[in-house]
């Protein structure tokens, strides 16, 4: 068995060698794990972290002949920013400055130490492309350490090259020229594109209800299912389906497989806020099959090795979407249509795919913050009972997915073995409400029954 699993308050890597979504003309220096097109025909970013040498390459490519520049924001905007700038003088020479934004003014030179450095860079067709490294936690106060979690990338671009000579570098303002964007860069998970996908099987499951004119709302509807393959197969990505015109309103969203033993009115099946039909629906909330929230991205595929079983003797009656909505400004008469399609492989894989889901249920008895603290750390154990049922092999840990609300700003789980201990199974030490994303390990963990 191979897992991702899901840590809640209730806390529930291949090389790239073709880059989907690219604008850059320029090819990259070398290969990295990881790209992304921060802006469309404007930017792109390459990287590939080294946890070994705890430090991290970076290629940014900008739609400019003059100043480039990518920041790691604590806040998501330029106060107590580290900036990196640098660009391509006329004789082809790389420029390359480390910075520090006190405010929204421009950014000085960080003269306590230079820890961003630049190692090579061009210009063509209009496009400027550097490569740079720095290490994930340079230990300078007027740096920007790279956690584990969600990163705030801010990145900016001028027109024409600053002057060296003058106090500052005489950096022109960049105006609207600059943008911001969470990315996880120690467990970022490349994106697929839809394309390669169009000739697989697949299966949906779609909410079609108005969203309720309350501030929160959690949303159930259980659904029949409709597979009847005759021998197993393999669901091998997912992908979920967000209504274009609900986004604002789309928190997150959970999938579960109901139990074998519930049962339903196949023609009247629930479909309701949540705490309208908890009695119904109880059998319908423990085992998820998928998981989505805010600003994660929409298609996760699952290692070449695993894929979630359907079909055959697996067999799953009902499943059930979980929705959180947010519509503070109390909007009526939005129809949603979000929901999750599942692809499946050509061929059976060797193992079988699931979540393991643990942490604090969100109840007074489980988690009570003191009024008037401002640091809280909430402690749950995971009794060695609990692995039971595990194989004597062991299973497999590939990926995580951190979720807490509001006041939860860092999420971990250590693996505890004879008492003592020994590794962290995941640590987000900069954990953020609104991008939560599956971290695919970098190395996989393997857990094993007691």
Known sequence: ???????????????????????SPIQPFTEYKHSIELQTNISDLWWTVDDAEQ????????????????????????????????????????????????NRSRPVIDHTKTDWFALQGREQDGWTAIQFRRLLDTCDSMDVPIKSGTNILIYAYGLVDPDPSRPDGDISYHENRRGTRMIPLRYYI???????????????????HTVPPADT?????????????????????????????????????????????AQFDD???????????????????????????????????????????????????????????????????KRDTTGIRFYLGHKLREHDIGYLTFGTDATAQALAIPAGVDRFIVDSYCPANASHNFPKSGITVFCALAHTHLQGHTVWTKLIRNKVAIQ??????????NYQFHNRLSKRIQLYPV
Request: glycine share 8%; proline share 3%.
């Open 190 to 208: 490349d994106q697929a594109s839809d394309a390669k996908y169009a000739n697989f099987d697949s299966f949906d499951f779609r909410l079609n």
């Open 267 to 333: 023609k009247n099946l629930p479909d309701d806020v949540c705490d309208h039909i908890r009695d119904q629906i109880t059998l319908c909330s423990s085992t998820i099959v998928g998981v989505w929230s805010v600003g994660g991205d929409e298609i996760m595929e699952y290692p070449d090795e695993a894929g979630y079983p359907v079909g055959g003797d697996f067999i799953v009656n009902y499943y059930m979407i979980e929705m959180h909505y947010d519509n503070p400004h109390l909007v009526s008469n």
């Open 55 to 102: 430090e991290i390459l970076f290629e940014l490519h900008m739609k400019t002949t003059g100043w480039i520049a990518l920041g790691i924001s604590p806040g998501g905007g330029m106060t107590n920013a580290d900036i990196g700038v640098g660009w391509i003088d006329q004789m082809g020479t790389v420029h390359f400055q480390d910075r520090y934004a006190y």
């Open 424 to 433: 962290y199974l995941f640590n987000s030490e900069a954990y953020n409400f």
């Open 217 to 261: 709302t959690y949303y159930c509807k259980v659904f029949k299912t409709e597979i009847k393959f005759p021998t197993k197969r393999h669901a091998i990505a997912h992908k979920i389906l967000l209504d274009s015109d609900n986004r604002d309103f789309v928190h997150h969203m959970n999938i579960y497989e109901c139990d074998s033993q």
């Open 1 to 23: 068995m191979w897992l991702c699993f899901t840590f809640q308050i209730f806390f529930s890597l291949v090389m790239v060698n073709k880059c989907n979504g690219i604008s």
